[in-house]
């Protein structure tokens, strides 16, 4: 019997068992030299209870910061198996101390793990305050949990913190993201932006919004997005809504304006696009894009022909400057053409989403009465928000049907419909002629240049033409281009830019954007001079280095490039 004590203490951890309880019962009393054995035995138990009980703490501490229910579960059970051993050691030492009142300890020993008393026994001594030393342990190691966790939690939201006001451009993070200002996301093909430098003089006192959202940085994110569903919203515009294909939220974060890169390959030739974003960012579960369908498109067509609802399409995100989040200004005037709507559903969305309380004042001119985007969107959007002005005039109309003005916009439109508009903020995106005009009439009524924002939108994406290769004779008054990586030449007419000449002969510039604001066609310029309408996505050091953007970059002469 007194050698099975050894293989009895090693069995004290376990659940106990229906013979363990008359075992104890029957215990004689011990030698020295066997009650020293039992005694090293029980120091081990404890000290391994001891490392159990650490150990499943630590991993319970990062299981919980990490939402892992599993791991939580594991060592939640390590914790208990930790208890167990540490009591049963414990228990070993009292029994040996206590000498002659050994069967009383098993006794209660027992009755506790059967839970068929408290642990607390009125006839044994206690530790300090009355209560058992396994007691103060157990709070001891409840407490260093609790602190952890505090700790944990607190260490946590100060970095979130930090990286909210890195992301945001915060003091000291360098960062002009959040506040940058405006560019110009392309809608349908490609978008030559217009966007003048300084902020306006107006508005010097912005009416109070919730925090700006930190976006994440420029086309930093890229992968697959799952179509989860299509909407016709006229005879030849589409709305795709975008959402994670593993079920969560949009793997990115973007301002009301800003732009998607779609990469596709319908004639097994890789082709990017960009388009914007016509969902408001305070949606987090998808986000859509709003594509007129043009005949000399390829990317366009190939959205509305050939992709259909749980397609996987390859996106890069998210780009553009182009962007409004009620911070800039007090009030905004947003005049759109066509399908150059989409940036300013984006901020309309965002801004009634957000219960802005400057005034909007959306403008927007159609070809015809059925091609008015989001028509019954808008609507509903003004019966609910007061601030929200609508305007909407269409060139040719149902008069019997259409309920409101017919022709193009005009300057007393604009001055009808936008009280004081001189002193306001307005962005205008459209098509080249409507953009032109706009501008004009808001120059005569005394609106200065740098309270525009500007997005040009051209209607149609530019045929690809046939290559033309540069065989030692540049035709008349045309300029040659040399791609000296590539070893190989082309025709560059002064309405092309590089970035086009270099797909016509097969020379791979990577891009994305293709309107002169993220600078990923960004080459070096080897021989030559070249004009670019946009260079935003240059700083100073790089047009040092002679670096150019092959997007944007036309010439009348001959030039070289790195590439």
């Known amino acids: 019997m007194r050698e099975g004590m050894g293989e009895m203490m090693k069995e004290m951890g376990k659940p106990p068992r229906k013979e363990l309880y008359p075992s104890l019962m029957e215990l004689p009393d011990l030698p020295p030299e066997k009650r020293a054995e039992v005694g090293q035995l029980a120091h081990e138990r404890m000290e391994a209870g ?68 408290p642990v607390v026994d009125v006839e044994t001594p206690h530790g ?163 594509v007129r369908r043009e005949e000399q498109g390829v990317v366009s067509r190939y959205l509305h022909d050939r992709v259909r609802e749980g397609a996987l399409l390859q996106v890069t995100a998210p780009s553009g400057k182009f962007t409004f989040t009620g911070q800039e200004a007090d009030s905004i005037v947003l005049i759109a053409g066509g399908v150059g709507i989409t940036p300013f559903m984006s901020v309309t969305r965002y801004l009634t989403d957000r219960s802005w309380p400057g005034d909007i004042f959306l403008m927007y001119g159609c070809h015809r009465d059925n091609e008015v985007i989001f028509r019954e969107e808008l609507e509903y959007l003004q019966r609910r928000y007061a601030n929200l002005h609508l305007t ?39 098509p080249p002629p409507m953009m032109d005009a706009v501008k004009g009439m808001l120059a005569e009524l005394g609106m200065s240049a740098e309270q525009i924002r500007t997005e040009t939108f051209i209607g149609k994406e530019r045929p690809q033409a046939p290559p033309a290769v540069f065989d030692g004779a540049a035709p008349a008054k045309l300029a040659v281009v040399t791609f000296a990586r590539s070893h190989k030449t082309a025709v560059l007419p002064p309405n092309k830019t590089i970035l086009e000449a270099s797909e016509d002969v097969g020379v791979n510039i990577d891009y ?23 260079e935003d996505a240059l700083d100073p050091a790089e047009k040092t280095q002679n670096l150019i953007l092959a997007c944007q970059a036309k010439a009348t002469g001959d030039v070289a490039v790195d590439a």
């Open 128 to 290: 300090i305050f009355g209560l058992s030393w396994f007691h103060y342990v157990t709070m001891f190691i409840l407490t260093a949990f609790a602190a952890t966790m505090i700790w944990m939690y607190f260490h946590k939201m100060q970095r979130a913190e930090a990286l909210l006001m890195k992301l945001a451009g915060g003091p000291g993070s360098g960062s002009d993201e959040a506040t940058a200002a405006p560019s110009s996301p392309p809608l349908s093909g490609r978008a030559l932006p217009v966007v003048p430098v300084n902020e306006p003089s107006v508005s010097p006192t912005p009416a109070p919004v919730h925090p700006a959202i930190a976006p994440s940085k420029s086309n930093s994110w890229s992968g697959p997005l799952r179509v989860a569903r299509i909407f016709q919203e006229t005879p030849h515009v589409k709305t795709f809504r975008l959402t994670d294909p593993s079920g969560g939220t949009v793997p990115f974060t973007y301002l009301p304006g800003q732009f998607l890169t779609f990469t596709v390959a319908p004639n097994g030739q890789s082709v990017k696009r960009s388009y914007t974003i016509a969902s408001a960012p305070t949606h987090r579960d998808a986000c859509e894009v709003t």
């Open 50 to 117: 001891t490392a159990l009980l650490s150990s499943g703490l630590e991993k319970l501490a990062r299981s919980t910061v990490e939402e892992d229910y599993a791991a939580m579960q594991e060592a939640t059970a390590q914790l208990r198996q930790g208890l167990a051993q540490f009591e049963s050691g414990l228990a070993a030492h009292r029994a040996l101390a206590e000498g002659n009142v050994t069967r009383d300890v098993a006794l209660q020993w027992f009755k506790r793990n059967m839970s068929l008393l």
């Open 392 to 430: 909407i005039t269409a060139t040719y109309a149902d008069l019997s049907t259409w309920p409101y003005t017919t022709g193009h916009l005009t300057k007393e439109l604009l001055v009808q419909s936008v009280p004081e508009i001189a002193s306001r903020r307005v962005h205008l995106c459209g």
């Open 512 to 534: 994305s954007c293709r309107v002169g604001t993220c600078g990923t066609c960004k080459v070096k310029l080897l021989s030559g001079a070249v004009t670019m309408e946009v």
